[in-house]
Each structure stands twice: as C-alpha cells, then as structure tokens.
C-alpha cells in the first residue's frame, strides 16, 4: 500500500512538472542577415500549417513598419502564409482582437532595435501575457537582436553602469558595470547576448556571468540561431554559438576587478546541441 501510495504521488509529481513546461518553441537569432536557409530552418521549427499565419512585433525598431517589411520579405522566400504586422501601442495595447490573434498565432516574431523599447512598450501590459500563452499553448517565439535579448528573464540593455558612452564592446571587466532590466522570461535558466563573436562581446558576457553566475550565458553570433525547447537547446546558421557557465572561485577585488579560477566555456557550430539545466 505505501509502495503505491508512493507511486502515485510520484506520478502527480511528474505530470505537474510536465504541465508547467511550455509546448513552445524559441528561436533566437544573434542578428544580421538572415539567409534562406536560416529561414527554413525557422519555418521548420514553427512547422507552420496552411491555415497558419506569422504575428511580427516590431516595437523594439525605431522604423517598426520598415522591420516588418524586411521580416516579411524573407518569409515569403520560404512560405505563403499570411505575416500580420501588429506594432502595438498605447492606444492598441488592450485591443482584444489583436490580442486574440497574438495568442492563436504558431510564429511570433520580434523584430531588432532597442530592447529597452520593447520591454517598456510591453511590460506589465496584455501584450506579455499573450506572448506567453501562445508559448504555453505551442507557439514558437523567434526575435533577432534586440529580439533575442528580450527572451531572458535577465535582459542584457547594452549599456555600461560605469560608462555613460555607449561602446557596443566592453572595455572594462568589473564588478556591476553591466545593466540588467527585465525581459520576457520565457528563458530563466540562461542570459543571451547577440551579435557576439562579430562584435567580440566576451567581456560583456564575462560581466554577466559574475553577476549571475548560476546561470548559463550565452553569445549566439550573426545569421545564426539557437532554437530552445524546454531545456534543450540545438544551433542553427552558418555562425558560432558560445556558451559560458560553471564559474568557479569568483571573487571581486578591492579595485572592482573579476577574478575567475576557472570556468566552462563551449563553442557550437550548426546541428550541435546542449542542455540548459534545470530551474
């Protein structure tokens, strides 16, 4: 009685954690162009019906409709269904019909840009918690740039803490320099960083990881993708994908520099996989 007592709650267990996991999938881009192949890659990871159609969210662009035109343009190289631009705002931001078709829609794409724009154009609105139940019910979740960086629940802005000009590489390696705001949490057990090996963010990535350092940080190149289902994780394009984590003996110095005695650190190429752990 008690082996099955046991069995059963183990049972519940399983199922409730299986329940809690998204049926969604993401694919995040690091950026740049996105060639043909890339695209079908994106088509085969939505594996999008006819009757399917694509929802862009460009309000991370500073040009949405012009971000919706490119995004559109290279879908049409790879399929036929409808690609809806829903640049959502103050006045559209509770506009039940959107949001309706936001939660229903197999592909939601966001565009490049600004992800600070994004965050607080969607934060704390309808607009997040659609993006989420479209993930939660099956839907897959791409962005590129800026829409890569809004994936993470810890959202890399870009900007240095000790630096009030913008440099788009590190120059420095120390305590807090690096500023977080809050992203779309649909990946909690990793930082993503884009545009990495191009722009050679190593630093910046390094900075994350003493700052969160039970996470994984990952740097995912141009015209390259890493698609993400649950904790799995599988690389697409033609660039890199690094991944740091498992830093051990990290210590700051009285002089605010990181010191690390050693950490994991992984280069992937396209078809390779990884696991994140577990939250």
Known sequence: MKRSFSFILLLLYFLSANAQQPKGKLFIIGGGDRPPALMQSLLATAALEKNAYVVVLPMSGSEPDTAYYYFKTDMETVCKNPVVNFNFTKETIANKSRLDSLKNAKLIFITGGDQDRF????????????????????????????????????????????????????????????????????ISNAIVDQHFIVRSRYNRLLSAIAKYPSLACIGVDEATAIIVHQNKVKVSGVGQVIVIDKPEGLTITTNDLIKLKDIRFRVFTDGDEFLLSED
Do not use: C, W
């Open 119 to 186: 965050m607080n154009a969607v934060l704390n609105t309808p607009v997040y918690d659609a993006i989420h139940k479209a993930y939660q019910n099956g839907a897959t979740i791409a962005g590129t740039s800026a829409g890569a960086a809004v994936m993470s629940k810890y959202m890399i802005t870009g900007r240095e803490l000790t630096d009030t000009v913008y440099h788009s590489t590190f120059r420095k390696l120390v305590h807090n320099n690096i500023e977080f705001k809050t992203g779309l949490a649909l």
